[in-house]
């Protein structure tokens, strides 16, 4: 051992690099390396469904990058908006596939997101004491719906504009209060340039420093609490679960995952440029084929479905939508019977008909010819239904 930099009297390890030496004494960077060394990730068949997380958090920090570059060039206002945005395109070096990037991550990040989002609730990792992991992850994948709603604007095109009414018009329909969300969210009365600069505004300040703090709680709490084990496998293997150094190994596969998803963005970036289209005119009629992003589709079409369903009000709809939200993000403390036995049948049920109905209605709202396999589709959800009940009820 030696005596340390500065007369401090504090030992350091002469293992170590200077630079090392000198954070760890300043910042305690080797309580870092130490917790590092000792964490462990579970082994075992469903270990691949981990990776998705990290896998967002990965596609977030690659939309943090894109989008600041985009904000040196852009302008938000109605009359500056679309032609900034053409100038990054055709102007800047390398513009065009920048922004086809920040367009095409912010996709495959929604994607991922309800992945993870997903696997978490049918393995069943929502169980004690993670109930707070689920609620702060199920409230990012609503501020990742969020981003996509807000940024969709941005660049002032006709779809984007259409769409924006479209969407905040839904919005307003909502009982009691929506009057006051479709007047929050435009800023007026209509889509203005003011609905351009709010949503800017939202997207590029508030909606980040939400989603940072509840990035870092989430992480903090998955730190706390350990990677789950699914149940089947805890009961079948008790303490002798299998597990990996997080430092390097599972390190080294997140990062082969990354790997991955940035090899399929810079895919899709340079093959499928993102398109900008004609310039928004509010006082241009709706174009006929007006359509949301896909991962708003299956609400969408599901209130276009509504009335011939014989569903006239379509705020029935709207408030099963947000009863639906409200029920998932309680799973936890509504399925109080999977911390005993691991098993929730009717909940399993329950995540497999919101797949198959979202779905069905995403292929709908696409191609003119689904209607009849989506049909298919919805039908077969009590068959699956039962052989799922069948099987945790079977189970000892």
Known sequence: MTSSPAGSGKPTDPGRSRPLAWLDERLGVGALRELADKKTVPLHRHTVWYYFGGMTLFLFGIQVGTGILLMLYYRPSADGAYESVQFIMTKVPFGWLIRSIHSWSANLMVATAFVHLFSVFFLKAYRAPRELTWVTGFVLLMLTLGFGFSGYLLPWNELAFFATQVGTEIAG????????????????????????????????????????????????????????????????????????????????????????????????????????????????????????????????????????????????????????????????????????????????????????????????????????????????????????????????
Do not use: C
């Open 173 to 396: 329909a909502v009982p009691l209060i929506g009057e006051f969300v479709l007047r929050f969210l435009r800023g007026g009365d209509h889509v203005t340039g003011g609905t351009l600069s709010r949503f800017y505004g939202w997207h590029v300040a508030i909606l980040p420093a939400i989603t940072t703090f509840l990035v870092l709680l989430h992480l903090l709490l998955v730190q706390r609490h350990g990677m789950s084990v699914p149940f089947s496998v805890e009961r079948r293997r008790g303490d002798a679960v299998r597990r990996m150094p997080f430092v390097p190994d599972f390190v080294l596969r997140d990062l082969f995952g990354w790997t991955v998803a940035l090899g399929v963005l810079a895919a899709l970036a340079a093959l499928f440029p993102w398109e900008l289209g004609a310039k928004a005119d509010p006082f241009a009629p709706a174009p006929a084929d007006i359509k949301p992003e896909w991962y708003f589709m299956f609400m969408f079409q599901a209130l276009k479905a509504a009335p011939h369903a014989g569903i006239t009000n379509e705020t029935v709809p709207i408030l099963a939508f947000g009863v639906a939200a409200l029920v998932a993000v309680l799973v936890p403390f509504l399925d109080r019977g999977v911390a005993r036995t691991g098993r929730s049948p009717w909940f399993t049920v329950a995540g497999a008909t919101a797949i198959g109905f979202m779905a069905s209605m995403t292929s709908w709202g696409y191609h003119a010819w689904w209607p009849a396999l989506s049909v298919v589709a919805l039908s077969l959800i009590p068959w699956v239904a039962g052989r799922f009940i069948a099987r945790e009820k079977d189970r000892p």
